[in-house]
């Protein structure tokens, strides 16, 4: 039995996939639970469109996270923190602050994205990653400054 498959299972394949499978796996455990449909010369018609689409749709999305990078690279953020006068800051900067001043310019990045590749609890210049997704990342340089 041939059924296309509605969401990635990884015994089997990936979305959209037309995939040779036992008639009783088919028509008692994918279809039922909505894991899959029966490839009908309609049915893979509809799945190769939304494949296509698909993969525009990624394409397009990777192409902003590279211009994005690109917007990143290009920065050299400062970021105003409470520190003595020796330097040392009140706590340390966090991802989040760090995702709030990217987004000050324009640049939407969860916190979860921006990995600090040094604890930063001074005064100075630090660099900062940001991972965009698609595998694409982009590296800037932060200078932390003393509010005072």
């Known amino acids: ?14 979305k959209y996939s037309i995939v040779t499978v036992r008639n009783g796996y088919g028509a008692n455990y ?22 296509k689409q698909a993969n525009h749709r990624l394409t397009r999305l990777k192409e902003e996270a ?3 990078a690109y917007q990143i690279q290009e920065l050299n953020l400062a970021l105003l923190v409470k520190a003595s006068k020796s330097g040392k800051i009140f706590g340390s900067v966090t991802p989040l602050q760090v995702a709030n001043l990217l987004k000050k310019h324009d640049i939407k990045v969860a916190h979860n994205q921006v990995t600090l590749l040094a604890t930063i609890k001074q005064v100075g210049k630090y660099d900062v990653k940001v991972n965009l997704g698609y595998d694409v990342e982009s590296t800037f340089t932060l200078e932390v400054q003393s509010e005072s």
């Open 30 to 51: 994918l279809i039922p639970r909505g894991l899959a449909i029966l490839a009908t010369k309609a049915s893979k018609k509809i799945a190769l469109e939304n494949t």
């Open 66 to 68: 590279e211009a994005a």
């Open 1 to 14: 039995m041939e059924v296309i498959l509605h969401s990635n299972i990884p015994s089997l394949g990936k």
